[in-house]
């Protein structure tokens, strides 16, 4: 077992690989969930018809580049968010079985569920900033453009921006919606993947080796992009939404979040083990042998 710092360092690294490879697939599936931003049907464009549209229409008028927008500050937020989430899920699960079990390698499926949640919730909160300047970064385009526009040059100056307009609360917009997203989807993936993991070390012998919340994602991308007050909280934003839209419109982006979500899952936990390795190797020979012995 990794320390809690070497656990949120494997963590963070393993998701930056994996948002390398998924991270045109976020774009599109944003712009898709802000496109017909409370238009009916019949007044709504589709500039972009689908996952695969998509990210020909972006290449085709934008190229590789705005496809790639906010790559730099995606890398920080996933840092931040799975560094907490692969970094506090296992000390959380440890304390708390201990604590109430007197028995840390005991599995119960509750203890587990509310350490998911809770490191879901805690990285969702301390990222938030970044994942503001990371979604207006992504719908910003100066040919299709969809929802509200925000033109920033960098990370930078999208937290420069939203704080001289906006103050301290401005760069929080949204963090309610991320932190009931990321709290739902923490707390089924990662005790399923632990318990997943274990089963197949028991029962198949494997040994270590590389071998419900995707209508809040949309609430969040437009909670998120918005400027001024054009929605209150999530549960307005659910509401004019559906109202204005159809029930089907918080499902917007629904492939295109699959297309990411399934592949940056499977590389963040798969490469995580491979980068939790490599820190348990790495602070063996950095720490006294009196915290290794506590480990």
Not at 53 to 76: D, F, M, Q, T, W
Not at 182 to 193: D, E, H, K, N, R
Not at 200 to 206: F, S, T, V
């Amino acid at each position: 077992m990794s320390t809690t710092l070497g656990a949120f360092a494997a963590g963070g690294i393993a998701a930056c690989g994996a948002v390398t490879v998924t991270h045109g697939f976020e774009t599109v599936k944003i712009r898709l969930q802000l496109q017909g931003e409370l238009q009916s049907k019949i007044e709504a464009p589709r500039l972009y018809k689908g996952v695969f549209h998509g990210v020909s229409v972006i290449l085709k008028n934008e190229g590789p580049r705005g496809l790639l927008r906010g790559l730099g500050c995606a890398y920080i937020y996933q840092m931040i968010l799975n560094g907490c989430r692969l970094g506090f899920y296992e000390p959380l699960r440890h304390g708390l079985t201990s604590a109430l079990y007197n028995d840390a390698s005991r599995q119960s499926l509750g203890i587990n569920i509310f350490s998911g949640a809770t490191s879901g919730m805690l990285g969702a909160a301390a990222g938030s900033p970044f994942f503001l300047v990371k979604t207006r970064l992504q719908s910003y385009s100066p040919f299709l453009p969809v929802g509200t526009q925000h033109r920033y040059r960098n990370a930078v100056d999208g937290l420069k921006q939203i704080h001289g307009n906006e103050g301290v609360k401005g760069l929080y917009r949204g963090i309610g919606a991320a932190m009931v997203r990321t709290g739902f989807g923490s707390s089924v993936q990662l005790p399923t993947y632990f318990f997943a993991k274990r089963r197949l070390e028991k029962h198949l012998n494997m040994k270590e080796g590389p071998a419900l919340h995707l209508a809040s994602n949309t609430i969040m991308s437009r909670m998120y992009n918005q400027s001024g007050n054009l929605y209150k909280g999530v549960f307005d934003c659910l509401y004019k939404t559906i109202k204005t839209e159809g029930f089907l419109a918080i499902y917007k982006g629904y492939f295109a979040h699959l297309a990411r979500i399934l592949p940056h899952t499977i590389l963040t936990l798969t490469l995580a083990e491979q980068t939790n390795k490599l820190m348990r190797r790495f602070e063996g020979r950095i720490l006294p042998s009196t915290i290794k012995d506590k480990l």
